[in-house]
Every structure is written in C-alpha cells, then in structure tokens.
C-alpha cells in the first residue's frame, strides 16, 4: 500500500501517515517498530525524551529495509536547548539510533521561559548544513513563536508539529502555517483517549457508513485535511487496522460534520505556559 506524501518547503517528501512511539517502554520499542514496518509503515517518529531511540533504532536495524525507504523523525529535548548543547544532542540521537543522519530534526517544545528557542534554531540550522539531518522543523510552536524563529532567521520551518484532534483542530494555526509553506503533524491525533471522541455522533455516524472503525474515520480526517498523521498503539492489530485507511473517503459532509466537533479543547500542555 503506497502512503501520499507531503511536499516540505526544503525540496524534501514526507509520507502523511507515520507511527508514534511516545510513551512506548523502552524495552518493548523495538518489537513494536518492527511490527510497525512490518505492517508497511516507513515514517517513525521518535524523540530525546521519549527514552527509546535505541529501540527504534535496533528495530530499523533488524528489519533490512533500505534507509532511503524510510523517514525517521526524533526531537531536542527542552534541556538541551542552546548551541553547544543542541549539537551534541544531536550526536547521541543519531549514536542511539545507530543512523548517520534523521530525515526532520524538531526543537520538541518553544519553552518561551528560557527563551533559548530562536538560539537553538540556528543551530539546527547549522545541523542540517552539516548533513546531519534533511529537514528542520519545531513542535508545539504557535503562529507566534513561527513568527519570531522566521523573523530572525533563514530557515523557515518545514514542518510544525502539534496537538491536533478534533475537538482541538487549531485551525488559526494550520491557516498560519499554510500561508508559510510549513506542513503540519498531528500529534495526540485520537484525543489520547481524553474525551469519547469515538463515540461522537458524526464519528460513528462516518465509520457505520463506510464500515471501518471510528478510529480510522478519525485518521481519514487527518489525512483529507493535508495534515501529516502518526497514531501510536502497542497492538499489531490496531497498528494495522490504523495503517488500513486509504480503502475509502469522507464525504464533504462527512468531514464539515467532524470539523463541528472543534471545542478548541486542549488536552495536553499549552506551550506558552509548559515549563517541564
């Protein structure tokens, strides 16, 4: 099954539907991947913080797929933020997940606290000129921090990577970035089971009528809005019924019925105010 890709405003594809691995223990990541790339994935999606780029990086390893097939995505934790610090991040992310280089290189949150952010920008900057990763992006940035990493700066980011989900559908943000030419990633795309999103009357309604789960009537809604999508799970069987969603389409009404669901719900933490 051939996954769409996005076009990034570096020259650069990326598939629209990857696999997730926050919060997946270390010690199971690498049967997870695997199962993950088994199934047909090739967009993983790891981070510093999350504790298990050896895991994916063993899984990529092991399942002899070639590394141009693949895109591979970690992120720089909110310690390392700075110059020094962020290129030496970088080398242990790649000496963990056994690559020379990742395919995008997030800044994982703004913490405008420290207001080290624009600083460590530049040195991802400096990253990517140093072969060290493709494509550069940030996550968890609101159209005002983009506004001020563009301003002072020569790189816009390629991609924006932030809660998303139907009852928090950030559209002022996905109107910013379009403006901008940066992609958008869905992360937390199924609500993390924080409110019943599935059970919301024009989700079941979609998955009754086109015979699939609300799950991936969720997901085909990620994907229709040109939004780049990685849900996570720990079973095969979900892993695979949630790479199973390219088998239909969401009507008009169908996705304006979903996009009513928007609350501007936030269930994780507010970037503006996260100090963790």
């Given at each position: 099954m051939s996954v769409p890709t996005i076009a990034l405003n570096d020259g650069f594809t990326i598939p629209q539907l990857g696999f997730g691995v926050f919060r997946v223990e270390p010690a199971e990541t690498e049967r997870i991947v695997s199962d993950a790339l088994e199934v047909g994935y090739r967009h993983i999606d790891t981070a510093a913080v999350y504790g298990n780029e050896v895991g994916v990086g063993r899984a990529i390893a092991a399942s002899g797929i070639p590394r141009n097939e693949l895109f591979i995505t970690t992120k720089l934790w909110n310690s390392d933020q700075g110059t020094q610090s962020a290129f030496d991040a970088i080398d242990l992310s790649l000496e963990k997940l056994g690559l020379?280089?990742?395919?995008?290189?997030?800044?994982?949150?703004?913490?405008?606290?420290?207001?080290?952010?624009?600083?460590?920008?530049?040195?991802?900057?400096?990253?990517?000129?140093?072969?060290?990763?493709?494509?550069?992006?940030?996550?968890?940035?609101?159209?005002?921090?983009?506004?001020?990493?563009?301003?002072?700066?020569?790189?816009?980011?390629?991609?924006?990577?932030?809660e998303l989900h139907p009852a928090f559908a950030q559209v002022?943000?996905?109107?910013?970035?379009?403006?901008?030419?940066?992609?958008?990633?869905?992360?937390?795309?199924?609500?993390?089971?924080?409110?019943?999103?599935?059970?919301?009357?024009?989700?079941?309604?979609?998955?009754?009528?086109?015979?699939?789960?609300?799950?991936?009537?969720?997901?085909?809604?990620?994907?229709?809005?040109?939004?780049?999508?990685?849900?996570?799970?720990?079973?095969?069987?979900?892993?695979?019924?949630?790479?199973?969603?390219?088998?239909?389409?969401?009507?008009?009404?169908?996705l304006a019925a979903i996009d009513g669901l928007d609350q501007g719900m936030r269930v994780g933490s507010d970037p503006d105010t996260s100090t963790f």
């Open positions: 020379e280089s990742v395919n995008l290189y997030l800044i994982h949150w703004p913490r405008p606290d420290l207001d080290r952010y624009v600083e460590t920008w530049h040195a991802l900057e400096q990253i990517k000129a140093d072969g060290k990763t493709a494509s550069i992006g940030v996550s968890n940035f609101t159209p005002a921090h983009l506004e001020r990493v563009i301003a002072e700066s020569d790189t816009v980011p390629a991609v924006d990577q932030v002022p943000l996905r109107d910013y970035a379009r403006e901008h030419g940066i992609a958008v990633e869905s992360w937390g795309p199924l609500g993390q089971g924080k409110y019943d999103l599935f059970g919301m009357a024009p989700v079941v309604a979609a998955a009754a009528a086109h015979g699939v789960t609300p799950a991936q009537v969720v997901i085909r809604w990620h994907l229709q809005h040109g939004l780049i999508v990685f849900p996570k799970s720990n079973s095969r069987e979900r892993i695979a019924e949630n790479f199973d969603v390219f088998g239909f389409e969401l009507s008009a009404a169908e």
